[in-house]
């Protein structure tokens, strides 16, 4: 048996290896998204007001209590981001600290403690640069990284818990969508409300979506396209990616109101678009409300000429088909918009094309 190495490195986390690596039985042609997990977790606890010791341990089960409040009160937040592999097997993150501020924003939502950047950021590296054997080679995927947060107070009572645990594991993936998505768009279920979480990556906003997504499942679809919760009529995101539309010669994507998640991918492609509409033949992008009404109009008129969603996960998703009030529009299969938007994010997600807004970073 193998005995694990304890080192004590310079950003003073706490490192156990694992003593021998999982990576070789690991097909990576065939890891699909989210089964496969890396030979290590980074994981801090919080007690009596203070962050303690970081330590980085072989992947594995974590000690749960039955009354950890998380499990009761849901006080359970995450972020999804990705290491990607450049063409000289140099590792790269995009926007890192876009997610930290999200992680803390979420935090501060749910009333748990904020992560300190070094704690965050220096806690990804090291995971990431022990772990880097597991980001997939020659295109054919990239390493997801998870950082959760849950509140781990042995309480029953309805209050903010005063200890939490802050992981982060990896996993390499490939895509998360194989095919174009097909969406409903339903007024019986909403996501969020304005007042609520819904701009949070609170695990609750996920845990609301199964049932109303399992009953657009059912019927044919990937996923509930969510509308607004007061009007049902204002399209706000998907729950798994932000969406955009390209109505005649314009871009158009809902106006965050709260309680929709301000996407990096979303914020990204809204940057590249602004910067290079012209070049697509557009006439610009609109951040606006934008009713399901309007895009039902547009498709009768001819003028729907795509639709896609935009996630770490999803990455540049193309919309194949939405379904609302019993109908489906069906859209076109030429999608200039959103190829030309995929090339150039992955491009420079994995430095091929040049990052003239500095979004990525070497480890
Ligand atoms: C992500 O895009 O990273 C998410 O967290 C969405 C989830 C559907 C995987």
New binding site residues.
Partial sequence: MSIPIIQQNKSDIKITRIGHSRLNNIDMENVG??KVFSDHMFICHYENGEWQTPEIVPYGKIPLSPSFSAIHYGQAI?????AYRGDNDEVLLFRPEENWKRMNHSASRLSMPEIPKSLFIDGLKALIDLDKAWIPQNDKGQL?I?PHMFATDEFIGVKASESYTFVIFTCPVSF?YKNPVKLLATKEYTRAAIGGMGNA?AAGN?AASLFPDKLAKNQGYDNVLWLDARLHQYIEEC???NVFFVIDDVVVTPLPTGTILG?V?RDSVIKLLKDSYNTLGLNGIEIRRVSIYEIQDAYMQGTLREAFGT????TIAPIAKIGFGGKDMNLPEERPVSSWLYKQLYGIQTGKIYDPYEWVIML
Avoid: C, D, L, V
């Fill in positions: 998204f989210g995450f972020e999804g981001m990705k997801y998870r998360y990556k996920y729950g798994t990616m996407g991918t996630g770490t996960a999803a």
